[in-house]
């Protein structure tokens, strides 16, 4: 979510602002987002220059640019700027972590050699001490989000910044681009901005995509809008931030809490004292149903070591080697409330995760964490995780990698550091990594047909000091040319490069390039009749000629005559099978993609037209069908034959005439009772033949019981549960069922109660239930559940049963929302659990969102909460858009502050359950709301709400 700022004129700096007569645009993208790596190129295409504002850590993770993507992007004249370690929420920070965030992160981005002079604030969110921060690390300004009018929001505000702006640490914008953000609305931020004197103007965007995210705009939209201002009068323009602000890059800032050393012992897994196949400090983990295998092996990254994991069967769970979870002779020490950075390489072809884990004050190993998905590799990758802040009671630390498919994984070379600390790092004898990229992106194991501009890119926590590479298969190490911008191979080549970073640490890696010579082989064509080879033989009907050609740089066109002309000077364009109807002579010709040429020519005899009818035949069991009664079910086959080829076969089974009404066939198909089956059949000189036959089939007794089943939530029943089970019955048979009954008493259920969908059990019962198909044959099964006392759940009214002033706000609820959009609230009878839902319905929509969560008061209904600990919530719903949990906190002033929200949930079309943790509650906190939101036009209704401690 991006928060948007609008400053009040109360807010606003007071010295005098400028008007300016010239307008300037920065086009700025926000989170290092993978997608946004095509913009250098729209960008560039108009003699444009974008800034990226980049996260250090995030460089090379799955969803977001390399670090050679970024390298690319400022070699080609865009802007890098900062924009913290974890993109994070600096008010919510302390002073040191705010330091931490914005200074590790620009030094990190020197160090890599970035040129970074502006920061942009995660969210929009800021105050004075982070204004200041920023500042002291050495940034000459920072972009807000908001503050500038926009589309109706934020009245009073200024319509854009003097040049240059008044506080270059609170730079305002309009509001970010969102998927509802219309064109006409991007270029009215630039109008505004020109009927109002003139200024400067940051347009904030996110992903550059087709719907992919609520913060979205699609690369037709950028470019319309970028060829707009591309035609705007001389005085507005589209330049950098460090354009219009300048300076001088600062030095990174060096008394900043550091970074800590590598927490781990033993974490290039090279010791192994009891040769137990398990590295010293190390130990192996895992859940659920599965088998694995794990070895150490000598294909590692660095050393002579690494761990393999190897998953072999897999119906749930998963495995991992984490670091050894013991009372601290091999297990970290932590810091409550410090983040922990964690950094491995790994192949795998399966998807892992980093899977973190604390002590706590009582002894026990508690699973805390574990990072989105890793992408796959066939060599190794170095992976980067930030942990949130350590809970309260945390006191030690066990971290490693998990798969949870059948497949390989191989690690190594592990490292974790304290990012909130402050201790010295040891020194660093860790290699960088280095790889190798062709035309921005992963290099293709097959032959490119045109020159590959090659980048090289490496990567270390003490930074890169150079990279070397050779094009002649030498050794770089000796004869390597010093790498500083892509260059170009134009035929097979293999580039070995060696990255070395300032510790004299390296790593070589080798990568062979296929590039294809010119083509001047000319395609391969062919004419065919009918769907095969043309006959020289006469036809005695119309004939469907295909034309077909092949080559390995593809077919640029096929064009044919059939009047004996030239076909490469009047030949009809080949789009189609086309049909002779008498003797021709097709010349045709293809045309490659390097425009070599292949012409063939083919002359298709047609003589007199044919009017013999084809003969027609019906076949029951794959032999004559018999006059007498079938005792079953009958496969019916239709089979014609005719000198000119068949047609169609049509068909009936209620009496009907199948010239008109019949079914095409295509296979044999069954009849079960008594039928009469019409056929008719064409052949390619359109002449028929039809047929009747009556099959007679007797009904047979029905004997067998019906299937029936009992699921608990979904799922198949397990015995115990610690909350109330949503039990649901099915049964099925070949004469269909005519009714279930159950009881919950352990009593027959031939008399129980009617079964019509799901119920909830409460507490522990006996289901005993049975089911009767239309032939009068039974089916019984029996299921206990048990229900043990589980945590309880703070919500009152979960259920949204009671509405005592009948509002159709459930009783300890309340409606909320923002934006311009019109919705309503009802309460329904289309519930989950019990007689009532709510359901919001957004008729109209232009921004924000709507929401219903439980009651915001004074602790009547709030459910009070604990500082430092997290809460748990479910709900079940079903919604035609995406909706999200949102969850508010009342402070110690008495006042509701919006606190964090899930990621997007699925839409679904029947009730599924959602489930959402929060982050530890902040200072202050006293109380809590919580509820589904929506964010678009569409439908949501939410039942069974429940909310928990989390353990």
């Known amino acids: 979510m991006i928060a948007s700022a609008c400053v009040a004129p109360s807010e606003q700096a007071t010295t005098n602002e400028v008007v300016n007569a010239r307008t300037v645009v920065s086009l700025t993208f926000d989170d290092t987002l993978a997608d946004q790596f095509q913009v250098g190129d729209i960008a560039a295409a108009r003699g444009m220059r974008a800034v990226f504002y980049v996260n250090s850590p995030r460089l090379g993770t799955a969803g977001y640019m390399t670090k050679a993507q970024v390298l690319a992007l400022e070699q080609a004249g865009h802007e890098i700027g900062g924009h913290t370690l974890s993109h994070a929420n600096l008010p919510t920070l302390s002073t040191d972590q ?45 972009r807000d989000v908001g503050g500038l009018r926009s589309a109706g929001a934020c009245p009073g505000c200024p319509w854009t910044n003097p040049v240059p702006p008044t506080n270059l640490y609170m730079v305002r914008t309009n509001d970010s681009i969102h998927t509802d953000t219309t064109l006409q609305t991007m270029q009215q931020y630039v109008i505004d901005a020109e009927n109002n004197g003139g200024g400067y103007v940051p347009i904030v965007f996110h992903h550059v995509c087709d719907g992919c995210n609520p913060d979205s705009v699609s690369r037709a939209t950028l470019e319309a809008f970028l060829d707009w201002l591309q035609q705007r009068a001389p005085g507005t323009q589209v330049g950098s931030v460090d354009q219009e602000i300048g300076g001088s890059v600062q030095a990174a800032v060096t008394d900043s809490p550091g970074l800590s050393g590598n927490l781990i012992v033993n974490p290039s897994l090279e010791d192994d004292a009891d040769a137990n196949q398990v590295p010293d400090c190390w130990q192996r983990g895992g859940y659920g149903t599965n088998s694995a295998t794990y070895s150490l092996v000598t294909d590692a990254a660095d050393g002579t070591r690494a761990q ?153 926590f003490s930074g890169i000091q150079q990279i070397r590479y050779t094009t002649n298969g030498s050794d770089p190490a000796t004869s390597g040319t010093v790498y500083s911008s892509p260059f170009t191979v134009s035929s097979t080549t293999t580039v070995r490069a060696i990255a070395t970073d300032t510790e004299g640490n390296s790593s070589t890696l080798s990568k062979t390039i296929r590039v294809t010579t010119i083509d001047t082989t000319p395609p391969t064509l062919s004419i065919s009749c009918n769907g095969t080879a043309c006959s020289t033989t006469p036809y005695t009907s119309p004939v469907s000629v295909t034309l077909a050609a092949a080559d390995a740089s593809g077919i640029q066109q096929i064009r044919y005559t059939t009047n004996g002309a030239d076909p490469a000077t009047s030949g009809t364009l080949y789009t189609a099978p086309f049909t002779v109807s008498s003797t021709t002579t097709v010349r045709a010709i293809a045309v490659d993609n390097a425009s070599n040429a292949t012409t063939l020519s083919r002359t298709i005899q047609i003589t007199a037209s044919d009017t013999m009818p084809p003969a027609l035949s019906i076949a029951c069991n794959g032999m004559a069908c018999e006059a007498t009664p079938y005792s079953g079910p009958v496969s019916v086959s239709l089979m014609a034959t005719d000198a000119s080829g068949i047609q169609q076969i049509r068909y009936t089974t209620n009496g009907a005439d199948p010239a008109t009404s019949g079914t095409l066939y295509t296979a044999p ?78 009593s027959d259920p031939v008399a129980g109660t009617p079964y019509s969908g799901p119920f909830t059990v409460s507490a522990s019962a006996t289901v005993r239930a049975t089911a009767v198909d239309n032939a009068g044959n039974r089916a019984s099964l029996s299921q206990a559940i048990a229900i043990t006392a589980g945590p309880v759940n703070l919500l009152q009214n979960a259920s949204l049963e009671l509405d005592a002033d009948n509002n159709q706000v459930p009783d300890c ?69 995406q909706p999200r949990f949102s969850v508010y906190y009342r402070d110690a002033s008495g006042s509701w502050v919006w606190f964090a929200e899930s990621p997007l949930l699925p839409t679904s079309s029947t009730y599924r359950q959602a489930t959402y943790t929060t982050p530890p509650m902040p200072s202050g906190a006293t109380a809590i709301s919580v509820g589904l939101s929506i964010f678009n036009l569409g439908s949501l209704t939410a039942d069974a709400y429940t909310l928990v401690e989390a353990p």
């Open 813 to 881: 609820w309340q409606r909320g929302g923002y934006g311009t959009n019109t919705a309503t609230f009802t309460l329904v009878s289309d519930a989950f659990d019990g007689a009532r839902a709510q359901n919001v319905t957004i008729t109209s929509f232009s921004s924000g969102g709507r929401r219903l969560v439980s009651a915001q008061d004074s602790g009547a209904c709030a459910p009070a909460i604990t500082v430092g600990r997290s809460y748990t919530m479910t709900a079940y719903y079903k919604a035609t858009v």
């Open 308 to 460: 393999r994991i190897d998953v072999t069967s897999l119906s749930s769970g998963g495995r991992r080697l984490v670091t050894a979870q013991d009372s601290g002779a091999c297990a970290p020490e932590v810091t409550v409330g410090h983040r922990y950075t964690m950094t491995a390489s790994y192949k795998s072809n399966v998807a892992p995760r980093f899977s973190v884990y604390y002590r706590n004050t009582s002894g026990q190993w508690v699973w805390f964490a574990e990072s989105s998905a890793l992408p796959t590799s066939t060599s190794y990758r170095q992976a980067t995780y930030t942990t949130p802040p350590m809970p309260s009671g945390a006191t030690m630390i066990s971290v490693g990698l998990t798969i949870f498919a059948v497949g390989t994984i191989t690690m190594d070379q592990y490292t974790l550091v304290d990012i909130d600390g402050s201790s010295t790092p040891p020194d660093d004898t860790t290699p960088p990594s280095v790889s190798i990229a062709c035309d921005g992106t992963v290099c293709s194991p097959n032959a490119y047909s045109e020159p590959v501009s090659v980048s090289l890119a490496g990567w270390d």
């Open 669 to 746: 198909f069954t009849v079960s009772s008594t039928t009469t089956v019409r056929a008719i059949a064409t052949d390619n000189a359109g002449n028929t033949t039809t047929l009747s036959q009556t099959i007679q089939v007797s009904a047979a007794t029905d004997t067998t019981p019906p299937t029936l089943s009992i699921a608990c939530n979904g799922a198949a029943c397990s015995s115990t549960y610690s909350a109330p089970v949503s039990v649901s019955l099915s049964a099925t048979d070949a004469s269909g069922i005519a009714e279930i009954r159950y009881t919950l008493d352990g």
């Open 98 to 142: 705010m330091r931490t965030e914005i200074c590790n992160d620009r030094a990190a981005l020197l160090a890599q050699g970035f040129r970074v002079t502006s920061f942009a604030y995660p969210f929009g969110a800021d105050n004075a001490t982070a204004q200041q921060i920023v500042r002291e690390c050495g940034y000459n300004s920072a």
